[in-house]
């Protein structure tokens, strides 16, 4: 079970508070209004934002003093993190300490429809695309917790619907607790087990 308890968490004159319990395989929704904290609740979930004052749980053991590349979080970042040096087989292959699952994400990239992108450069994608790489590498690397901000905001419905599939399955074939922050509500009845709406975080 991934836990927050009390996690308080300031930046400049914002702050917000938040207390939830994800349960293991759980797929959880998180909606809320523009600037209410969403995407800052999976950054301090990841280790990229501080938080003032709580605790994140992972399992009953404390991780929110870990530095982010020990926790055992996957996140998919709004702007899609590729590298663009790199092809799209070299990104999808990054951050697997083992030889990475390569049957599975050349099958994922047929299904999500860019098995004929695999030799191009991340520059020649069209930000769909760059979408469904950045989906499948966070997706299908070994960590237990996945966080996903946004991720099919750029695609088309048809697309959206074949992403949108593909997610559920794969988190629920690789036992995974994902939280996914979305506008749509398409998207959490497609994707989700349940839905948290936040409250409007507090400046002072």
């Known amino acids: 079970m991934l836990s927050i308890d009390k996690l308080k968490i300031r930046l400049d004159d914002w702050s917000s508070e938040y207390q939830l319990q994800v349960a293991d395989a759980e797929i959880l929704a998180i909606q809320g209004k523009s600037g209410v904290g969403k995407s ?3 950054h301090a979930i990841a280790g990229f934002v501080s938080c003032q004052s709580g605790s994140i749980a992972w399992q009953g053991k404390s991780i929110e ?5 020990q926790r055992p979080v996957s996140l998919l970042f709004q702007d899609h993190n590729l590298f663009e040096h790199l092809s799209i087989t070299q990104n999808l292959k990054l951050g697997f300490g083992k030889p990475p699952p390569w049957q599975k994400i050349t099958a994922a990239a047929k299904q999500l429809e860019i098995e004929q992108l695999l030799d191009s450069k991340p520059g020649n994608c069209s930000g769909g695309q760059r979408q469904r790489v ?3 590498r966070t997706l299908l690397r070994p960590e237990p917790i ?3 901000d946004e991720p099919f905001a750029e695609l088309d ?3 959206r619907g074949l992403a949108t599939d593909w997610v559920r399955q794969t988190a629920k074939e ?3 607790t994902l939280l996914l922050v979305t506008h749509q509500d398409e998207d959490v009845e497609r994707v989700a087990d349940r839905c948290l709406v936040l409250n409007q ?3 002072n």
């Open 40 to 42: 800052t609740l999976l």
């Open 65 to 69: 003093n870990q530095p982010a590349e």
């Open 134 to 136: 950045a989906l499948i």
């Open 146 to 148: 996945v966080l996903l």
């Open 157 to 159: 419905p048809q697309t």
């Open 174 to 176: 690789g036992h995974k």
């Open 201 to 203: 975080a507090t400046d």
